[in-house]
């Protein structure tokens, strides 16, 4: 059962370490925002700060034959033991397998808020191991980022550390905690890690984003340590955002026109309104540029006229802010737009297919605007 756990063990110490055979890495580290959560939509991450008080022993919720005195953040408002497992956002352990398992609990003192989590090896053996927490209700095809903070504690004359790291696996990937806690050889494809990073005796970040390919995403750490039980890891003050750029794909990189069907225009004023649709659930907006104005107007008839090449500017691409509910129906409003200007656009849509996101879009077209 669940336990407000009050009594605190001694320092402790939260590593993340890099896996060998992973898909891809994430771009440059981006600074979260203020907020625990600024996900789109109901996603977040429950018990960010380990603070709630509310820890669970993990043989007792998952695989009864994992050791005693493994003590995990639980989810938050779970004191009762009441959220189903379908939905359940608590922390869990995962190890490699073939290293030492791992003992976690409580940290109170080496923290930046109320309260941390210490990793540490039941053995001598290799620390290769962290924490993951499942998050539901993700929107496919959003990017998400996650960041958390850790350090090693190297206290024995042969403890080392060679990474700290975060991932995100884009399905939801996790190992089973009933049946078996261990990751066998290596992370699926679908895990996305960040830049690993060498925290020793302060707290250090660890970021990584990466698109959602499913309803589901699964954040994890990753400590790399030697040295046995004397080497501490430890992790504190987690966060989850929408990372989702602006613009869903390089406008000048895009692929082959596909997926896009009923494309439609209707221009009013200085607006004009896109319609069209996929044949799957997808997010979407509009690339548009103005590529001429109207000429003005006739200049007198002097005796003498020098005549000019009239010279035509492509403007830069300008979009319309990102739908991020998916649908089959799209509509966007492109406003502020030139009198009697003519305007090249794409409609652009991104969904699931194969099991990850890819970028539709439509024949470039164009539109004039009355004077």
């Not at 078996?180 to 690993?196: E, L, N």
């Not at 990073?197 to 790399?224: C, M, R």
């Not at 003519?342 to 539109?367: D, H, K, N, P």
Request: charged share 15%; hydrophobic share 35%.
């Amino acid at each position: 059962m669940s336990k407000r756990y009050l009594s605190l063990v001694g320092p402790t110490l939260l590593a993340v370490a890099a896996v060998l055979l992973v898909s891809g890495v994430s771009r440059a580290e981006p600074t979260p925002p203020a907020a625990d959560v600024i996900a789109a939509g109901s996603a977040s991450l429950h018990n960010p700060g380990f603070d709630n008080h509310d820890w669970y022993e993990f043989h007792l919720r998952y695989q009864r034959a994992y050791p005693s005195g493994a003590w995990l953040p639980d989810d938050d408002n779970n004191l009762n033991n009441n959220i189903p497992d379908s939905i359940r956002q608590d922390w869990r352990l995962w190890f490699l397998d073939g290293t030492d398992i791992v003992e976690p609990d409580p940290e109170g003192t080496y923290v930046l808020n109320v309260e941390a989590v210490q990793m540490r090896t039941y053995g001598q053996g290799k620390f290769l191991a962290g924490i993951y927490q499942p998050i539901y209700t993700t929107t496919p095809c959003l990017v998400y980022g996650f960041q958390i903070y850790a350090q090693s504690l190297p206290e024995g004359s042969d403890d080392s550390l060679v990474a700290l790291q975060v991932g995100i696996d884009r399905v939801g990937w996790h190992p089973n905690s009933y049946t078996d806690p261990a990751v066998h050889t290596s992370f699926p494809t679908t895990t996305v890690w960040g830049p690993s990073h060498l925290y020793q005796w302060s707290y250090g970040p660890l970021t990584v984003t990466a698109e959602a390919w499913n309803t589901k995403i699964t954040v994890f750490t990753y400590a790399d340590a030697n040295g046995g039980r004397s080497h501490r890891i430890l992790w504190d003050s987690a966060s989850f955002w929408d990372a989702t750029p602006p613009m869903i794909h390089d406008p000048n990189n895009l692929p082959a026109p596909s997926g896009i069907s009923n494309l439609a225009v209707i221009t009013a004023g200085t607006t004009a309104t896109v319609t069209w649709t996929t044949t799957g659930a997808a997010l979407g907006q509009v690339y548009y540029r103005l590529v001429s104005v109207p000429a003005g107007p006739t200049p007198p008839d002097y005796p003498y006229k020098v005549y000019l090449p009239i010279v035509m500017r492509q403007t830069g691409w300008q979009y319309t802010p990102l739908n991020k509910t998916p649908t089959t129906s799209h509509q966007a409003v492109l406003s502020g737009l030139v009198p009697g200007g003519t305007y090249e656009f794409i409609a652009v849509s991104r969904g699931l297919s194969g099991g990850q996101c890819v970028t539709w879009r439509s024949e470039a077209r164009q539109f004039t605007l009355a004077p």
